[in-house]
DNA sequence: CGCGTGTGGGAAAGCGCTTACCAAGGAGTG
DNA sequence: CACTCCTTGGTAAGCGCTTTCCCACACGCG
């Protein structure tokens, strides 16, 4: 069972049924030309019976086109990636493509390597869902490398914000980060800290922004001190905590923190400090990802429909494309629950 | 931008550095052959010049085999599958092989739809994380197919349970959930309930088995109408949780539900009911997804390094084929948290 | 100085497909 | 019934690579 016995090819395909090349590979695949029934019928069943399955990478050189979508995420045990994954895969798959996956582990170098490499794959569609970083110099070098894939045919889709050239599913990180502090402004928090990823991180520069000019508005601020800038991680939101609680945080009412798997891990330290979430302090996150309705206090956050997310982002690479890059936006709705509660 | 100016193939760099075709794919990849520096350093120029990148497919069809590890997992939003991806992924890549993945949505037909397509790809391995059933009959189907893949050169592993017979990384359910029971029993529980999968799932009919088993060195038992049957999923757990409300638990001590997403939602069914978690009522899951450790009262479960589980599954596709079928036993182990409080 | 040996470039034959292009037969038309 | 047009099978030319030969050349040796 070891040894190497090939793969039946069309060739042989052909040969059993008696046909042609041409003919065999006419009648396997929907080809515009049109073939006699009686042989179509005889090709597919010599296929069955020598249980033969096209070998794609030689559709795709014949052709010059594959049938596949390259996916780029940070780390897809997050699961903020891997909703967005779920979405892509989902209507990926609907389409007829194949998705083949690649996870930066949110380095930027590692990234624009990837690119590089998932380029000779020919993919029909890229998607970068990977955190966007500002100021990174390697940014040029993958705008290039993108861009060079676009002229040559190719898709690109980026997940996040506008800031590259190409069609983007839009998050509003801002407005729903703002809207948040609107909300929590009305329960009647006025004292807040915030955990924040790196600054040159988009997605959380954003939110942080968006946060603090939802409290600007109802003249709030929040000093300067009571922002920590941690990993974008579960790990980072813990230590982020501890960060602000060796800052001596007694007044603090609510605590910030830009995403999900960050205010999870917050809530673990604040716990152990002694801080109990939901009642000695409140806690809010950002992208609503599943577990959080789960957990106790359930979390207040952001509600991104990251399925969605990942689904648009294939329709838009499937869609003709548009001068100058379409943007799809996507809303974010703020989710009120146990861990912040209305201050009386 | 839009239009057609194909990628530029390796005849292109061939023809931009002076040498023939042969002489530029002998200096472009690691080739046996040896060239000339000076003529290597003259196409590697050339193909930065031109921006080129390999096309892989043409590469597979010349050489008649790929670097791409195809993965099957059940649903890649759930942690369980999702970390199990980053292992095989992270593997893969430090291997130079790509991954392309598929979602079954735990479908047995499905599965084999799947599997089929993905052969085109003439994936050098095939990896199958989706939860194994036992008395599907398309089992049967898979099993040829994934024989007759065998046959022709491509390795497949199967995670879970050993009941295909190929390569397997083999997670110790049974073990796990028996030791489980045992270090129960030894803090005091005695009456237990049980959320299980549909009794064909394999993984969840092993867990329960082993738990009973456990229960019953101690001479304990749950009585039938204790163990209900539901989805593998969030969802199902907190279904299950309902479900034995009904039935009536007041007496019960401890849910033991098969896997830790179904003991959060069961948790959360509970807590509705007033039963709170780690209070009135113990509760304990399988697989210690990342999320368990931070949610209140933390979860009590059992441990399966998930990540590395992933990371076995290539390098046992990667090893040297051997005659009928290698295992990797992969260890789980009990992980006692707030949910199962010492009962005095 | 003749010969064997080794080195490394190039020509060309594939790999498994798709798809012009060709040709043969049947249908339609006056 | 002669002619054109359409249909549809087959032939063969690619697609972008790798790899096997072949061959020219340089070198070492007796």
Redesign the interface.
């Given at each position: 069972?070891?040894a190497?016995?090939?793969?039946p090819t069309l060739h042989d395909v052909a040969r059993e049924a008696g046909v042609s090349l041409a003919t065999a590979s006419r009648s396997l695949n929907g080809s515009a030309r049109k073939v006699n029934d009686a042989y179509r019928e005889r090709v597919q069943a010599a296929a069955a019976r020598l249980?033969y399955?096209?070998?794609?990478?030689?559709q795709?050189?014949a052709k010059?086109s594959?049938m596949?979508v390259a996916l780029v995420v940070g780390?897809?045990?997050d699961?903020y990636f891997?909703?967005i994954?779920?979405g892509v895969?989902?209507a990926a798959?609907e389409s007829g493509f194949?998705?083949?996956?690649?996870?930066t582990a949110r380095d930027s170098e590692r990234e624009l390597a990837l690119v590089?490499?998932?380029?000779?794959?020919?993919p029909r569609v890229l998607i970068l869902a990977g955190s966007r970083t500002s100021d990174e110099p390697s940014q040029q070098a993958l705008v290039a490398e993108l861009?060079?894939f676009?002229?040559?045919?190719g898709r690109v889709v980026v997940i996040s914000q506008h800031e590259l050239p190409f069609d983007t599913v839009l998050l509003d990180n801002y407005g729903g980060a703002r809207r948040l502090a609107a909300e929590l402004v009305g329960l009647g928090y006025r004292r807040f800290a915030v955990i924040s990823g790196v600054p040159s991180l988009l997605t959380s520069r954003d939110r942080v922004l968006g946060f603090l000019d939802g409290l600007a508005e109802h003249d709030l601020t929040v000093p300067a001190d009571r922002i920590v800038h941690t990993e974008f991680t579960?790990d980072g939101g813990f230590a982020g905590a501890v960060e602000l609680l060796e800052h001596g945080i007694d007044d603090v009412e609510l605590v910030f923190a830009v995403n999900d798997v960050m205010a999870?891990?917050a809530?673990?330290a604040l716990?152990e400090a002694g801080r109990i979430p939901g009642e000695s302090i409140a806690v809010a996150g950002f992208d609503d990802i599943?577990?959080v309705?789960?957990?106790?206090p359930a979390l207040t956050t952001v509600q991104i429909p990251l399925?969605d997310v990942g689904r648009h982002a294939v329709e838009l690479a499937l869609a003709p494309?548009t001068a100058g890059g379409t943007e799809i936006p996507v809303e974010t709705t703020v989710v009120i629950r146990e861990s912040t509660p209305a201050r009386k």
């Open positions: 069972m070891n190497g016995v090939r793969s249980g399955t096209p070998n794609l990478s030689a795709a050189v010059g594959t596949t780390d897809i045990s699961p891997s909703s994954a779920a895969i989902g798959e194949i998705v083949t996956m690649a996870v590089r490499a998932l380029r000779g794959q020919r861009t060079a676009e002229s040559t045919g579960r999870v891990g809530m673990s716990r599943p577990t309705r789960d957990i106790t399925i494309r």
